[in-house]
């Protein structure tokens, strides 16, 4: 398996401001995926992301509004930008170790 | 095509019996079936996968049921525990990328003492 650790595990914040969530891996992996889980709801996927190449986004998601890093093997980070009500959502990083597929704590985001 | 059903939405049973999750899919290439278990406050925590070449894996009190042609798969949850209760979801991917899973709408699992 694979720890990963998340940060911040939860924060609360005001309208029109941008959150970056940090996302680190105890072992190198090739892609790391990004994946948001609405209140009360299942799991999306965002967008992967590979290290030295631009993150694929899935269907209804941009990169204006959710920018990703991945500058190594063991860190990505995803920014929530000008952030509205509707953003509030768990924020979950996951990565594939042995084939199997791994989840962060995630990031609760509450957006006042 | 890319969607997962999963049924029921919400499960009560009683500690000691059998809860039993039902998943569906339509997309023929998928061939990576994890369950996940989510506790309130946590992430998904990975708890049995399959892969189609075997129709059934079992891992302690949990089993995964597969079945190719009908294209659907179950998770038995044998002897429930209390501690068992939990949301649990069902998801599936396709071999080029285990990573990008579809999920499916998830079961809230209430075992009873």
């Known amino acids: 398996s694979a720890v990963i650790s998340q940060k911040p595990s939860r924060d609360i914040c005001q309208r029109g401001t941008s959150l970056t969530i940090q996302c680190q891996v105890d072992s190198q992996v090739t892609m790391m995926f990004w994946y948001r889980q609405q209140p009360g709801q299942s799991l999306t996927l965002i967008a992967t992301a590979n290290q030295g190449s631009e993150a694929t986004y899935e269907s209804g998601f941009v990169i204006d509004k959710f920018p990703i890093s991945r500058p190594n093997l063991t860190f990505s980070t995803l920014t929530v930008s000008n952030m509205s009500p509707e953003d509030s959502s768990i924020y979950l990083c996951s990565v594939v170790t042995n084939t199997e597929a791994f989840f962060g704590q995630g990031t609760r985001l509450t957006v006042v | 095509q890319q969607q997962v059903k999963q049924s029921p939405q919400s499960l009560i049973v009683q500690k000691g019996g059998i809860s039993i999750i039902n998943c569906a899919y339509e997309?023929?290439?998928?061939?990576?079936f994890p369950w996940y278990q989510q506790f309130p406050g946590k992430g998904p925590a990975l708890l049995i996968a399959i892969r189609p070449d075997v129709s059934e894996k079992k891992e302690g009190r949990f089993t995964i049921s597969f079945n190719k042609s009908a294209k659907q798969f179950s998770l038995h949850i044998m002897d429930s525990q209390p501690g068992d209760s939990a949301t649990y979801f069902c998801a599936a991917s396709g071999i080029s990328n285990t990573g990008k899973l579809i999920f499916g709408q998830g079961t809230t699992l209430q075992v009873k003492p």
């Open positions: 997309n023929t290439a998928f061939d990576y």
